[in-house]
């Protein structure tokens, strides 16, 4: 790519961007067949972790973008924000990596930081400045500091994600979450920290990592979960199998004695769609299991040869209701 559609697009995604500069960047891209052609190769040979229907998803986008007609009225807080997947999921899948400012001479001047969202139904992987590598569940938000890797390594999380460290003793890793923060060196975890859930959770693969909480620090082993629920401000540690809770990377899900609203609610972020309860009781019955995510279908089928709650989808919504025939025969 030229070098000056390369900073028009880093300033874009910097939100950095003028209106008019936004307007010479999608100029660029509608009137440079290459551009555009060397975009959808970059978005299909973007690394495994994104699935092959975010990619379409991403290339849908530039292609309507491109052949988008009529006058262009560019607001810059919309295209910066509504419009971000387009370009900073390519972000996530490449740019990463090349563009985002280091330390030294090369350093972005800018006070910004760089935000990346996933939206309902989507996941995307990515690999930052220091070879740290970073997977984003549905519905998630990742900021990274405009200092980052230059005395630290520092991110905020709202949403899931799974981080691979790269290890460097003299940039601590640290990763906040509401409520709590988490410092790795050299560590593979997953963070679990959604607005709307009723707890946060660390989990960790390998490594070592130190779990900070208003109540408490401690710090967790290989296999150890810890889990701050956010309303009794209870504090819970136990020995896991990790993999268990950080499957969705490759489409598996995995809950282990999780009520059916929580349930309820990551199958609607994976999937965005809605649901409701044909009676609120359900919504505290508890459920484990394993089940391989490749289609929604499949996977309210699994719910509902192993339990006692029927999953059933109308007019693009799930139904969870009881099954009295099947009641005696499973646990509360």
Not at 286 to 293: A, K, P, V
Request: aromatic residues 10%; hydrophobic residues 35%.
């Amino acid at each position: 790519m030229n070098t000056s559609y390369k900073d028009l697009f880093k300033k874009y995604i910097s939100n950095k961007a003028t209106n008019q500069e936004i307007r010479l960047l999608i100029s660029f891209i509608k009137t440079n067949p290459t551009l555009s052609e060397q975009l959808e190769r970059e978005i299909q040979n973007s690394p495994p972790e994104i699935s092959d229907h975010l990619k379409q998803q991403m290339l849908n986008r530039i292609r309507k973008q491109i052949h988008a007609t009529g006058k262009y009225k560019p607001n810059h807080t919309t295209i910066a924000w509504k419009y971000v997947a387009t370009f900073a999921l390519i972000l996530l899948a490449f740019t990463l990596g090349r563009y985002y400012p280091t330390t030294g001479q090369n350093a972005a001047n800018t006070s910004q930081p760089w935000i990346i969202t996933t939206e309902r139904g989507e996941k995307a992987g990515m690999t930052l400045p220091d070879g740290s590598r970073v997977w984003l569940n549905a519905a998630s938000r990742l900021t990274i500091s405009n200092a980052y890797n230059k005395e630290e390594r520092r991110l905020n999380l709202e949403g899931e994600a799974y981080f691979e460290v790269a290890p460097d003793t003299m940039k601590p890793f640290l990763v906040q979450c509401k409520d709590m923060r988490i410092e790795a060196l050299g560590t593979t975890f997953g963070v679990k920290a959604y607005d709307e859930d009723a707890v946060i959770s660390t989990v960790l693969v390998e490594g070592k990592v130190r779990v900070a909480m208003p109540e408490q620090t401690t710090t967790i082993e290989p296999r150890e979960r810890i889990v701050l629920n956010k309303s009794t401000r209870e504090i819970s540690t136990e020995t896991v199998n990790p993999i268990h809770f950080t499957e969705w990377r490759k489409n598996r899900l995995r809950f282990e004695n999780e009520t059916f609203e929580d349930i309820a609610r990551n199958i609607s972020r994976i999937y965005n769609i809605d649901y409701t309860f044909a009676d609120e009781s359900i919504k505290t019955v508890t459920f484990t299991g394993t089940i391989n995510n490749s289609n929604l279908e499949a996977i309210l089928a699994s719910i509902s040869l192993t339990s006692y709650i029927s999953c059933t989808l109308k007019d693009s919504s799930i139904i969870f209701r009881k099954d009295a025939g099947k009641k005696n025969y499973f646990m509360e």
